[in-house]
């Protein structure tokens, strides 16, 4: 299997889109509000944070209301800490760039309402990006980004990325794998969001893919597709490139001192790659970020309280100074 062929089934089956969140629970949304201050939770760094409060400040001018934009303040499990701190009623109004795989469980909690109709205009965005925050033919959220995995690698360590697998293989035999020394390539596959591009490359998939949605009654991981994927993974650890105790931190602590050539990971974690790696940093070709749209939503009225109306202008992605912002990457042609 080409690396590009990890990359075109990595793409379109496992994209994170991170969401503009809608306001929660439908019966706190319902109450009357004695205060007329809104509270935004952002899961962005701080200088992206600071231009939501700026946009919202814009907004809220001369209309009597008051928003306040802070960052996710439960650090520790962000997911975990919105929906305990939600089913108090005391969450925040708004959730900005929340990703869209916790979406379907607050749903089903209850604790985020359906966006009003009109909030924003599908026809816009890459469809995976709305899919991703629709449920029942209903939308949830607005997207704002998306991100994919690809293979990064340390230019000191592997000058030129491999383009096959067998080349990849080969070259991670050549480090001596060994504690306190270099690694060639590692990957956590028992995480099921990386393990899908390979089983997906194969031709399986864990739950079968319809034109309204995935059908949970078609369960595929036991097709031939899916067994060859997985058998391909487990020779990855059989043959010694990967020990059977490697995990996703592991990996990512190895990388980031410079021990581990190679790695599939994450477009979230370019800007902690880039400040330990500085230019030795670098990321395949295969897989590169995708934008799902230039366009921002800013805050409307403050009974519908979500995030709506295109609004040309300041793209987060690409505010001076945030870790995560393209500005910041590496390697990027």
């Known amino acids: 299997m080409r690396i590009k062929q990890f990359a075109k089934a990595a793409i379109p089956a496992a994209l994170l889109a991170a969401a503009l969140a809608a306001p929660l629970s439908p019966a706190r949304a319902a109450q009357p509000r004695a205060s007329s201050t809104l509270t935004v939770w952002t899961y962005v760094g701080a200088p992206a944070t600071k231009a939501v409060q700026q946009l919202a400040n814009q907004w809220a001018a001369g209309k009597g209301v008051t928003v306040k934009v802070i960052t996710n303040p439960a650090t520790s499990n962000a997911f975990q800490g919105f929906s305990t701190v939600a089913h108090t009623g005391k969450g925040p109004d708004i959730g900005f760039a929340i990703p869209s795989d916790n979406l379907g469980t ?9 966006a009003p109709t009109g909030a924003f205009n599908p026809g816009l965005y890459i ?7 629709t449920f029942g033919g209903k939308y ?45 390539f590692f990957e ?30 078609d369960i595929g991981v036991d097709t031939p597709g ?3 994927g997985l058998q391909f993974i487990q020779s990855m650890y059989t043959s010694g490139i990967i020990p059977p105790d490697v995990n996703g931190n592991i990996a990512g602590s190895l990388f980031q001192k410079g021990q581990l050539a190679m790695w599939i990971d994450g477009t ?14 670098a990321a395949a070709d295969a897989a590169r970020r995708l934008a799902a749209t230039p366009l921002l939503v800013r805050l409307l009225r403050l009974r519908q309280r979500v995030l709506q109306e295109p609004a040309n202008g300041l793209e987060l992605d690409r505010v001076p100074g945030d870790p995560l912002s393209p500005t910041r990457r590496q390697d990027r042609r």
């Open 106 to 114: 607050f749903q089903l909690a209850g604790l985020i309402s359906q």
């Open 127 to 133: 469809p995976q990006t709305v899919q991703a925050v």
């Open 140 to 184: 949830y959220a607005a997207p704002l980004n998306i991100g994919t995995y690809q293979l990064v690698y340390n230019k000191s360590l592997v000058p030129n990325p491999s383009k096959t697998w067998d080349q990849l293989f080969a070259l991670a035999k050549r480090f001596p794998n060994a504690k306190g020394k270099t690694y060639g």
């Open 188 to 217: 956590d596959w028992t995480v099921p969001y990386f393990a899908y591009s390979i089983i997906r490359g194969f031709g399986g998939y864990y739950l079968k893919e319809t034109p309204t949605g995935v059908d949970p009654n």
């Open 226 to 228: 899916a067994i060859k």
């Open 268 to 281: 979230w974690d370019i800007g902690v790659n880039t400040q330990a790696l500085g230019s030795k940093f």
